[in-house]
């Protein structure tokens, strides 16, 4: 071999064997059990949706899934563990909504949400309503937008939180609706529903799974869906952006990231069994029950749609002063 052959071979040995290391772990993926990280505590919405999702995800592959839980400081600990683990595909995050908010909410973040991540795919969308107590005088987003405007400062609106979506998706309808409504921040969603039903507070903008059952009984009055399309659910009840306040959307959603750097093979792969999944009758009955509609779509729709929830929260969280150090 000539000896400017001979130094190109060393040269371009260890790019050619990334190269083919790099196809065949797509190529054999999934080779061991997969973890899905659900950055919060057992037993909610994520965690549910997770593990029924792992179980249908585990038949398709011929691999085991486990659900491993990692809570704490808003998702932020469950995001960070998978971030900084292995680009290989076998560790993955189910992200809710609060993962955009706290790209601005936290005044720094020991991860990059967009930077840090591979999209895999959209799961869901879960639709948010705008409730009432039956003793406030309106029956319609338009007679409560009259009513805040000839009584500013007066009316309350509970939320699970100050950074929540609960408390930012008030704070977005305050700005589209060009009103002013007091935020009451509450430990949690059950107190701040509590308080709704007592009538210590009037108005709450919660997420539909946990409140549905007091629309139906009649303790609470449903004015709209915060989603942009209506709602199986509430096929009747219209959608804010339908009722004054065009654009309006402050739904949550669930999805599947990796770690920045996993093969493309392994996310595409991923990508195409979770679809698959996604329309199988246990999760679109769970997601039905909770209020909640199957997304899918591609790991690029996944990563525009995470870009475009960041650029509209932070927007929001801005303007409503709400952070965490």
């Known amino acids: ?26 190529q054999g993926f999934p080779a061991k059990p997969i973890r899905l990280v659900v950055p919060s505590a057992a037993g909610g919405s994520t965690d549910t949706i997770s593990r029924i999702l792992g179980h249908r995800l585990a038949g398709a592959l011929g691999q085991s899934v486990v659900v ?29 909504g609060g993962f955009a908010v706290n790209a601005t909410l936290y005044r720094k973040l020991p991860f990059d949400p967009v930077k840090d991540f591979e999209p895999v795919i959209q799961l869901c969308s879960v639709t948010g309503i705008l409730v009432v107590n039956p003793a406030l005088p309106v029956k319609s987003v338009g007679e409560l937008i009259a009513l805040a405007k000839a009584r500013p400062g007066e009316l309350n609106f509970a939320s699970a939180g100050s950074g929540t979506v609960t408390h930012l998706a008030g704070e977005l309808f305050k700005s589209m609706a060009g009103i002013n409504i007091v935020h009451v921040p ?19 903008f919660p997420n539909m799974p946990g409140t549905i059952q007091h629309v139906q009984t009649g303790r609470l009055r449903v004015l709209a869906v915060n989603s942009l399309k209506r709602s199986p659910l509430l096929p009747d009840v219209p959608t804010i952006a339908e009722s004054g306040v065009p654009g309006y959307e402050a739904s949550t959603w669930f999805g599947v990231l990796a770690p920045a750097g996993t093969p493309t093979d392994v996310v595409d792969r991923l990508n195409v069994e979770i679809g698959r999944v ?38 929001v969280v801005r303007a409503s002063g709400a952070r965490v150090d």
Not at 71 to 88: C, L, R, T, W, Y
Not at 189 to 204: C, K
Not at 296 to 315: L, M, Y
């Open 278 to 315: 996604l329309s199988a009758p246990e999760l679109t009955d769970h997601f039905g029950k909770e209020g909640a509609v199957a997304v899918g779509g591609t790991p690029e729709q996944f990563r525009v749609f995470i870009k475009a929830e960041i650029e509209k929260w932070g927007t």
């Open 68 to 96: 491993d839980n990692r809570p704490g400081a808003g998702g932020n600990i469950g995001a960070e563990f998978v971030a900084k683990s292995a680009p290989d595909g076998y560790t993955l995050l189910v992200p809710f």
């Open 186 to 204: 509450y430990r949690g969603s059950g107190p701040a529903l509590n308080d709704l039903l007592g009538g210590q507070v009037p108005i709450m």
């Open 1 to 26: 071999m000539q000896p400017m052959f001979k130094w190109l071979a060393l040269c371009f040995a260890p790019i050619a064997a990334a190269v083919v290391s790099h196809g065949a772990l797509a």
